[in-house]
């Protein structure tokens, strides 16, 4: 059963305060009506006490003592009786009986010297009442005793307007208590339901939407949580959306990379099976076949290799090698690619620099970035730089190229972006997904990479790997 909150929130609020009430009425009716009866059985006592100290002193004018004490207490509703030590009453001013009835226990106890105080007894007296039983001892001899009584209907009353004013207290206080359960439930309310209505607008594909944050309460931070993971979820639907662009565009570039080796490998294939390749071009075909295989093998491996990359199931060995002696092995190996270009690679790095990393690994990261490098400089200078900084050994690989404007520089290490989007046969990284393996590798290096490029100018990439 569905029980909205507003009312949720009024039950447990009226309960709360019903219950809280009536316990705190029950302890205060108690209190009072304790009160009441100490109050007036000490007051008994006392005016007993009185009458006996008197008797004592004045023995004989003692009658006209206790109807002057008879007259005193008729006005504050209180008798009193004097008897024996058979019971007998002596003097009264209100029992009309000749004895007192008392019980073994209660005569005992006064024989004693004990007080007796009843502060609530029901029609002993006649009526009911409250009373108190004093011995009256001579010369160390018990001669009887005093008895007071008051009757309970003063006390009553009282405690009986104390509890009228508890009632009126409690509903004046539950009257309140539902307007300020009212106004904080309906406000609590509206609250969840902009968060209902925020959740389904996101459910929906909307990340615009935001909820305005109050820091007074844990709504208040729910909703500050809810704006947060919306512009998380923001971002991620856009990083997704240019994902999923780039991916049709690496899949439109792949298509048509496809088409063009796979179609001049079917052309070759059938011109040799229906001898209509002269032998003197049989050769060069079977070269332009192996060259456009190559190719094919070089997209599938980019893929498996990142993959592998990604999912950390590469192992790296590492090892001490001399930086020198490695970026003139690169210098070597692109040198001839450079020139075509007309670029120049100049390596500057002392004989003493090593550096910590898997041989194959570092090479694949240095020649990928240096082929880049060459493929958008022309007739410029390539630089390979490396030396120590903080304890760290620091790579450097500058060119004089064309250079990325800064929203480029920032797209660079997704997948599939390609700083050109064009199909322009490239001997590595042409699809767009050599620098994300770049990245990849030299974090797997425990290392960081970043890049600076000037539009026009050039760019240059800086690694930074742990001694």
Same mark, same amino acid.
């Given at each position: 059963?569905?029980?909205?909150?507003?009312?949720?929130?009024?039950?447990?609020?009226?309960?709360?305060?019903?219950?809280?009430?009536?316990?705190?009425?029950?302890?205060?009716?108690?209190?009072?009506?304790?009160?009441?009866?100490?109050?007036?059985?000490?007051?008994?006592?006392?005016?007993?006490?009185?009458?006996?100290?008197?008797?004592?002193?004045?023995?004989?004018?003692?009658?006209?003592?206790?109807?002057?004490?008879?007259?005193?207490?008729?006005?504050?509703?209180?008798?009193?009786?004097?008897?024996?030590?058979?019971?007998?009453?002596?003097?009264?001013?209100?029992?009309?009986?000749?004895?007192?009835?008392?019980?073994?226990?209660?005569?005992?106890?006064?024989?004693?010297?004990?007080?007796?105080?009843?502060?609530?007894?029901?029609?002993?007296?006649?009526?009911?009442?409250?009373?108190?039983?004093?011995?009256?001892?001579?010369?160390?001899?018990?001669?009887?005793?005093?008895?007071?009584?008051?009757?309970?209907?003063?006390?009553?009353?009282?405690?009986?307007?104390?509890?009228?004013?508890?009632?009126?207290?409690?509903?004046?206080?539950?009257?309140?208590?539902?307007?300020?359960?009212?106004?904080?439930?309906?406000?609590?309310?509206?609250?969840?339901?902009?968060?209902?209505?925020?959740?389904?607008?996101?459910?929906?594909?909307?990340?615009?939407?935001?909820?305005?944050?109050?820091?007074?309460?844990?709504?208040?931070?729910?909703?500050?949580?809810?704006?947060?993971?919306?512009?998380?979820?923001?971002?991620?639907?856009?990083?997704?959306?240019?994902?999923?662009?780039?991916?049709?565009?690496?899949?439109?570039?792949?298509?048509?990379?496809?088409?063009?080796?796979?179609?001049?490998?079917?052309?070759?294939?059938?011109?040799?099976?229906?001898?209509?390749?002269?032998?003197?071009?049989?050769?060069?075909?079977?070269?332009?076949?192996?060259?456009?295989?190559?190719?094919?093998?070089?997209?599938?491996?980019?893929?498996?290799?990142?993959?592998?990359?990604?999912?950390?199931?590469?192992?790296?060995?590492?090892?001490?090698?001399?930086?020198?002696?490695?970026?003139?092995?690169?210098?070597?190996?692109?040198?001839?690619?450079?020139?075509?270009?007309?670029?120049?690679?100049?390596?500057?790095?002392?004989?003493?620099?090593?550096?910590?990393?898997?041989?194959?690994?570092?090479?694949?990261?240095?020649?990928?970035?240096?082929?880049?490098?060459?493929?958008?400089?022309?007739?410029?200078?390539? @630089?390979?730089?490396?030396?120590?900084? !903080?304890? $760290? &050994?620091?790579?450097?690989? +500058?060119?004089? *190229?064309? %250079?990325?404007?800064?929203?480029?520089?920032?797209?660079?290490? @997704?997948?599939?972006?390609?700083?050109? !989007?064009? $199909? &322009?046969?490239?001997?590595? +990284?042409?699809? *767009?997904? %050599?620098?994300?393996?770049?990245?990849?590798?030299?974090?797997?290096?425990?290392?960081?990479?970043?890049?600076?490029?000037?539009?026009?100018?050039?760019?240059?990439?800086?690694?930074?790997?742990?001694?």
């Amino acid at each position: 059963m569905k029980i909205k909150y507003f009312y949720q929130q009024l039950a447990s609020h009226f309960s709360v305060i019903i219950i809280a009430f009536l316990i705190l009425s029950l302890l205060f009716s108690h209190f009072v009506e304790q009160f009441v009866y100490d109050n007036k059985t000490e007051e008994l006592a006392t005016y007993g006490k009185s009458i006996l100290s008197d008797i004592e002193q004045v023995q004989g004018s003692s009658r006209e003592i206790l109807k002057s004490y008879g007259h005193v207490l008729e006005s504050r509703d209180i008798q009193y009786s004097l008897f024996n030590e058979r019971s007998a009453i002596i003097f009264s001013t209100g029992l009309k009986t000749p004895l007192i009835e008392l019980n073994v226990d209660e005569w005992r106890a006064l024989q004693s010297g004990k007080a007796i105080t009843v502060k609530q007894e029901y029609k002993r007296f006649e009526q009911a009442v409250t009373y108190v039983l004093l011995p009256y001892f001579h010369r160390n001899q018990f001669i009887g005793g005093i008895l007071l009584t008051s009757p309970i209907k003063g006390s009553r009353e009282i405690i009986s307007q104390m509890n009228s004013y508890l009632i009126y207290t409690t509903f004046i206080a539950l009257v309140i208590a539902l307007l300020l359960s009212g106004i904080l439930s309906t406000f609590h309310g509206r609250r969840i339901k902009r968060l209902r209505s925020a959740t389904a607008t996101v459910a929906l594909g909307d990340y615009s939407v935001r909820i305005p944050t109050e820091g007074i309460d844990e709504i208040g931070e729910l909703a500050g949580d809810f704006n947060g993971m919306v512009e998380k979820l923001a971002t991620s639907a856009e990083e997704i959306e240019n994902l999923e662009n780039r991916r049709r565009q690496f899949m439109a570039d792949v298509s048509h990379e496809l088409r063009t080796p796979l179609t001049t490998i079917r052309g070759i294939i059938e011109g040799l099976r229906n001898d209509m390749i002269s032998e003197s071009e049989k050769e060069r075909g079977l070269q332009l076949a192996s060259n456009e295989t190559m190719r094919l093998i070089r997209l599938v491996n980019e893929n498996l290799d990142y993959e592998k990359i990604r999912s950390n199931q590469v192992t790296l060995v590492k090892q001490e090698i001399q930086l020198k002696e490695l970026l003139e092995i690169i210098k070597d190996q692109l040198g001839d690619a450079a020139a075509e270009r007309g670029d120049e690679i100049v390596v500057d790095v002392t004989d003493d620099l090593f550096i910590f990393a898997d041989y194959d690994r570092l090479t694949q990261v240095l020649i990928n970035i240096t082929k880049n490098s060459i493929q958008f400089t022309e007739n410029g200078l390539i @630089s390979l730089k490396g030396f120590m900084h !903080d304890n $760290r &050994t620091v790579i450097e690989i +500058g060119d004089t *190229g064309i %250079g990325m404007d800064p929203e480029e520089v920032e797209k660079i290490w @997704s997948r599939f972006y390609k700083a050109i !989007d064009s $199909r &322009t046969t490239n001997p590595y +990284g042409e699809f *767009g997904l %050599g620098l994300s393996i770049v990245k990849q590798l030299v974090t797997l290096h425990c290392g960081t990479i970043t890049v600076e490029s000037v539009k026009g100018e050039g760019t240059k990439f800086r690694i930074e790997l742990p001694r």
